[in-house]
């Protein structure tokens, strides 16, 4: 039996981004990311909120209140050993319900529901400081696997643009990241330029040979410039008014 270990004080962010990475790799997953295909290599079963609303005869507004979230939800079952994951389809945008599924997807991953004795259903006991590190841990998992880090210098790097607006732009065409999802992603990305190239030049070979085809797929966005690249205009006014209406 695996040995369980208390949930730790603070996210294991390189951990969490080693393991993202190491899943994309592995199951050679085509990018843009489908969080749902994905879920369904580790999860028993998958619902949406209008098919467990329709099967308890409730309203989605009841399954909401029920998972104390308007997203999604995760549980373990201990008799079957599946994971069961409920979200909601209705909420817009799209991008949303992506990142929920990748969410949920990095809960499973990261064995947040098997390592640790706070969370195991006979003694669930976490504190809201305990569920806020795990929340951290999935929501990097989750920017990770549907942004990586390594395709979004890599391109990047390839059009010498390493501002915000650019990462921004990369996240939300070619990533599909929703516009907030994106936005901080910029700004992680761009805070974090030296350390994550200082990773890529660590890369095993067979690593880089996965992000290359995507690199080059994108390559034109090399030749792209502020002044002539339309679909950089569009997402850069979309960057502007992130920038005023969300806290950094």
Avoid at 103 to 114: D, F, Q, S
Avoid at 182 to 187: D, E, L, Q, S, V
Wanted: glycine share 2%; aromatic share 12%; proline share 4%.
């Amino acid at each position: 039996m695996k040995k369980m270990t208390d949930i730790p004080e603070s996210p294991r962010w390189n951990m969490v981004e080693d393991v993202a990475d190491y899943l994309l790799l592995m199951l050679d997953v085509t990018l843009p990311v489908n969080p749902l295909e994905l879920l369904q290599n580790f999860s028993g079963k998958i619902y949406t909120y209008q098919e467990l609303a329709e099967q308890c005869d409730m309203r989605i507004s009841d399954v909401c209140d029920e998972f104390d979230s308007d997203d999604g939800g995760l549980w373990y079952n201990t008799k079957t050993q599946e994971y069961v994951v409920a979200y909601n389809h209705l909420v817009c945008p799209e991008g949303r319900v992506r990142w929920t599924l990748a969410h949920e997807l990095g809960h499973i991953v990261l064995g947040h529901l098997e390592d640790f004795p706070q969370t195991r259903l006979s003694n669930f006991t976490v504190t809201p400081e305990e569920l806020k590190v795990l929340d951290q841990e999935a929501n990097k998992f989750a920017s990770e696997v549907l942004a990586p880090a390594a395709l979004l210098f890599g391109l990047a790097d390839k059009a010498q643009n390493y501002t915000e607006e650019f990462y921004y732009a990369l996240s939300r065409y070619v990533c599909h990241l929703s516009c907030q999802a994106a936005f901080y992603r910029a700004k992680s990305i761009s805070a974090r330029q030296s350390s994550i190239a200082r990773k890529l030049r660590r890369l095993p070979p067979y690593a880089k040979t996965y992000f290359s085809p995507y690199i080059d797929q994108y390559a034109w966005t090399a030749s792209q410039t502020a002044n002539s690249s339309t679909w950089l205009h569009s997402f850069s006014d979309e960057f502007s008014q992130m920038s005023k209406t969300s806290i950094s």
